[in-house]
C-alpha cells in the first residue's frame, strides 16, 4: 500500500474556492492562502448543527487512529447525503518531528494539502510562539530598564513549537537589572511547547479580537513584593501580542480527500492542555454545516474530559452524540500482551483490555449524559471470534460498535459509522458536568480523579498547596480545571492499563492561567515540554531536489 505522504500527493484537490462553496461561503468570507487553503473570517456565528465529538480510549504504541475515524466519519457522512464539516486541530512540528511523523489522519482518511498542514500551514503556530516570546521579552525588558512594577517572581514562559528537553531547565542572566535590588541578576526560566502554552489556549478559546485582547491582558506574568499579580496588560503588552495574532484567530479552511469541507485551526495538547480546536472552528463548523465533527486530543479521560468541563462551558455548546475509537490490538495491549505480537488472537488480553474501553463509555454515558457509539478502527489482523468478543461487550455496556475500514476504503469504509451516528443524534440528552463551577479546586480535582479516572482522590506537592491557598486566598473561584497528566493511563502512571483502581494521583504543581480562564494541575511525572525519542521521525523525513517530501506519515 502507499504510504500516507504518497496517497496524500497523488490526490487531486478541488480548489478552496468550491470548497467553500459547499459551506455557502462568500468571497468575502475568505482569505486565500494560494489554491487549496484559506482563513474564514465570519462576521456572525449561528450555530445550529449536530455536533459530533470523537474521542478514544487511552492511547498505545499501536495507534487508535482517533483523527483518522474523524475524516472518515465526515466523509462517510458526505457519501450518505449529509452536509458536513470537520473541525480538527493543526498539528505541532514536535511531535511531527519526533514521534507521529504526522497528524492530519492517515491512509484515504485525510485532510489535505498534508504536507502543508504538518508543516508551516498558515503559520498559526509560529504567530502563537511569537506572542507568547514577545511577552516574555518585555517582562526581562521592564526588569532591566528599572522595574517600576516591582516584580519579584516571574511565572509565564518562554514556549517552542518543537521537542527539546534541554529546554525545560535554564538560567536567564542579565547585565544589569533591580528584579533583586543589584547591578545584574539570574533567575530560573524554562520553555513550554506551543501547544501547552497560554497563548495557544486564549486563541483557541477567543470568540474573537476584542476577546482575544482581553484574555491576552489578563495574563498573570508574576508577582510583587506585595504578592499581587502583575498582568500582561500592565507591561502594556496585550495590544501588540494581539497585533501578531489578527491573522491566526481565523480558522483554516482545507479539506479532506474527498472533498468534505475541513476546518483546521489551533493545537493545545489534551496531555498537558486544554486539547480542543479553536471554539471559533467549532462555531464555523456548526454554523455553515448540518454534521460538525470534531475530536479531542488522546483519550476520553483527557481531551473529551476538557472538551465537556471546560469548552463546552466557555462556548456554550454541547455534543449530541459522541464517538468513542478503540483497536482490537490496542485492547489487547491494554489487557497485558506483547506488544509485538499484538497481530496473533488473543482472547485473554483483548477481554482484560476492555474494561479501559468501558471506563470511557461509562463516563461518555453516565457522567455527561451523553449518547455513544463506539467506533473500532479495524485492522486486517482482526479475528472473528475477536470482532465478536468486541461487539458482545459492547452489547452489555448498551452501545452499539461499528467496525469501521475508513483507512483502507475512506467514506466508503465510514458510512455505517455515520449512519448509526446520525440516529445517536437523534436521541435527546442534555449534557451534565463531572464538577460544580463554583466547587473549591481541591474538590473539582478530587471530581475528575474519581468520576473520570475512577481513582480515590488526589494528594499534593507543598508548592501545589501553597498555590491553591494563594489562589483562593485572592478570591479567585468559578474556573475550570485542567488536569495535565500522562495520556497511557486512566491514572498518573503510564504503566498502569486497562482500567486501574485504587490509586491516588499526585499533584507536583498549580498554574493559574488568568486569560485562558483556568487552572491547570501538572499531575504525575508529565512534562510541558517534551523531548525526541531515540530515533525521531525527523530523521527519516527528507526532501528531493524536485520538492517531494518523503517520511511524513
Do not use: W
Not at 489554491?35 to 495507534?63: D, E, F, M, Q, R
Not at 472538551?307 to 454541547?318: N, P, Q
Amino acid at each position: 500500500m502507499l504510504s500516507d505522504i504518497e496517497i496524500a500527493e497523488s490526490a487531486k484537490p478541488e480548489d478552496i474556492k468550491k470548497i467553500a462553496a459547499k459551506l455557502s461561503l462568500t468571497e468575502d468570507e475568505l482569505e486565500l492562502y494560494g489554491k487549496y487553503k484559506a482563513k474564514i473570517n465570519l462576521a456572525k456565528y449561528s450555530p445550529k448543527s449536530k455536533l459530533i465529538l470523537v474521542t478514544a480510549i487511552n492511547p498505545t504504541a499501536s495507534g487508535e487512529g482517533k483523527t483518522t475515524v474523524s475524516i472518515g466519519l465526515a466523509d462517510g457522512l458526505s457519501r450518505i447525503g449529509k452536509k458536513a464539516c470537520l473541525a480538527l486541530r493543526e498539528p505541532s512540528l514536535g511531535p511531527v518531528f519526533g514521534i507521529k511523523g504526522g497528524a492530519a489522519g492517515g491512509g484515504y482518511a485525510q485532510v489535505i494539502p498534508m504536507a502543508d498542514i504538518n508543516l508551516h500551514f498558515t503559520g498559526d503556530l509560529h504567530a502563537i510562539t511569537a506572542a507568547n516570546n514577545l511577552l516574555c521579552a518585555m517582562i526581562d525588558n521592564h526588569i532591566f530598564r528599572g522595574n517600576a512594577l516591582g516584580i519579584k517572581e516571574v511565572y509565564f514562559h518562554r514556549c517552542m513549537d518543537m521537542n527539546d528537553r534541554a529546554l525545560r531547565d535554564i538560567t536567564l542572566s542579565c547585565e544589569a537589572g533591580s528584579m533583586k535590588g543589584c547591578e545584574s541578576y539570574e533567575r530560573k526560566e524554562s520553555f513550554s511547547i506551543t501547544a501547552a502554552s497560554e497563548v495557544m489556549a486564549i486563541l483557541c478559546l477567543s470568540r474573537d479580537l476584542r476577546d482575544l485582547k482581553k484574555r491576552l491582558g489578563d495574563i498573570i506574568v508574576g508577582e510583587n513584593a506585595k504578592g499581587e499579580y502583575v498582568y500582561a496588560r500592565d507591561l502594556k503588552a496585550d495590544g501588540a501580542m494581539a497585533t501578531l495574532l489578527k491573522d491566526a484567530i481565523n480558522p483554516n479552511l482545507v479539506q479532506t480527500l474527498e472533498g468534505t469541507p475541513a476546518i483546521v485551526h489551533g493545537g493545545p495538547f489534551a496531555n498537558i492542555a486544554h486539547g480542543c480546536n479553536s471554539v471559533r472552528a467549532t462555531l464555523a463548523a456548526m454554523t455553515l454545516a448540518d454534521y460538525a465533527v470534531t475530536e479531542a486530543g488522546f483519550g476520553a479521560d483527557l481531551g473529551a474530559e476538557k472538551f465537556l468541563d471546560t469548552k463546552c462551558r466557555m462556548a456554550g455548546i454541547e455534543p449530541d452524540c459522541i464517538v468513542v475509537v478503540a483497536t482490537v490490538k490496542a485492547l489487547k495491549l491494554h489487557g497485558g500482551a506483547d506488544k509485538t505480537n499484538l497481530s496473533a488472537e488473543n482472547i485473554p488480553a483483548l477481554e482484560k483490555g476492555l474494561p479501559n474501553l468501558a471506563k470511557h463509555v461509562e463516563n461518555m454515558k453516565n457522567v455527561y449524559k451523553k449518547p455513544v457509539v463506539v467506533a473500532m478502527n479495524r485492522f486486517f489482523t482482526d479475528t472473528e471470534e475477536e470482532i465478536k468478543t468486541v461487539m458482545t461487550a459492547c452489547e452489555k455496556m448498551g452501545v452499539k460498535a461499528v467496525f469501521t475500514d475508513v483507512f483502507l476504503k475512506g467514506g466508503e469504509g465510514g458510512k455505517e459509522l455515520a449512519e448509526e451516528v446520525v440516529k445517536a443524534c437523534e436521541t435527546k440528552s442534555k449534557l451534565h458536568f463531572a464538577y460544580d463551577l463554583k466547587d473549591d479546586v481541591k474538590t473539582k480535582i478530587d471530581c475528575i480523579v474519581r468520576n473520570i479516572y475512577g481513582g480515590d482522590g488526589a494528594e499534593y506537592s507543598e508548592i501545589a498547596e501553597k498555590k491553591i491557598a494563594d489562589i483562593e486566598g485572592k478570591g479567585i473561584s468559578d474556573l475550570p480545571v485542567i488536569i495535565a497528566k500522562t495520556q497511557y493511563s486512566l491514572s498518573d502512571d503510564a504503566s498502569l492499563l486497562s482500567r486501574p483502581t485504587g490509586f491516588k494521583i499526585f499533584v507536583r504543581d498549580i498554574e493559574l492561567r488568568g486569560g485562558a480562564g483556568f487552572i491547570v494541575a501538572v499531575a504525575g511525572s508529565i512534562m510541558l515540554m517534551p523531548g525526541l525519542g531515540k530515533v525521531p521521525c525527523a530523521e527519516k523525513i527528507d526532501i528531493d531536489n524536485d520538492g517531494k517530501i518523503t517520511g511524513l506519515s
